[in-house]
Nanobody, 124 residues
Framework: QVQLVESGGGSVQAGGSLRLSCVASRYTYSNLCMGWFRQAPGKEREGVATLFTFDNSTEHADSVKGRFTISQDNAKNTVYLQMNNLKPDDTAMYYC?????????????????WGQGTQVTVSS
């Protein structure tokens, strides 16, 4: 069982930055694929970025490449999503997700554990 707790959402103006955090259960952190997903009202949940905790390998969705960065702090069992140059289209509920082993394709069905979500709102 993996428990995930997100924090760091909020409201910013376009061009601003936010950093989301996701703390994973202490004894299950190693050998996890950690992911960030988002879901805007009326839209399907989509993958944003993934990170394999064992070797720090990452993937980012094309829509956020160059603006968002996923990273981790092993000592804190925490994964971050640094979001820069935010746009109104980035407005969504952001979810942390996890699955054991190497990262699968960045799709919802590939992840079995989910946090409660944190809201990000970007105004123009």
């Amino acid at each position: 069982q993996v428990q995930l707790v997100e924090s760091g959402g909020g409201s910013v103006q376009a061009g601003g930055s936010l950093r989301l955090s996701c703390v994973a259960s202490r004894y299950t952190y190693s050998n996890l694929c950690m992911g960030w997903f988002r879901q805007a009202p009326g839209k399907e949940r989509e993958g944003v970025a993934t990170l394999f905790t064992f070797d720090n390998s990452t993937e980012h969705a094309d829509s956020v490449k160059g603006r968002f960065t996923i990273s981790q702090d092993n000592a804190k069992n925490t994964v971050y999503l640094q979001m820069n140059n935010l746009k109104p289209d980035d407005t969504a509920m952001y979810y942390c997700a996890a699955t054991y082993g190497r990262c699968p394709d960045m799709v919802v069905l590939g992840f079995g554990y989910w946090g409660q979500g944190t809201q990000v709102t970007v105004s123009s």
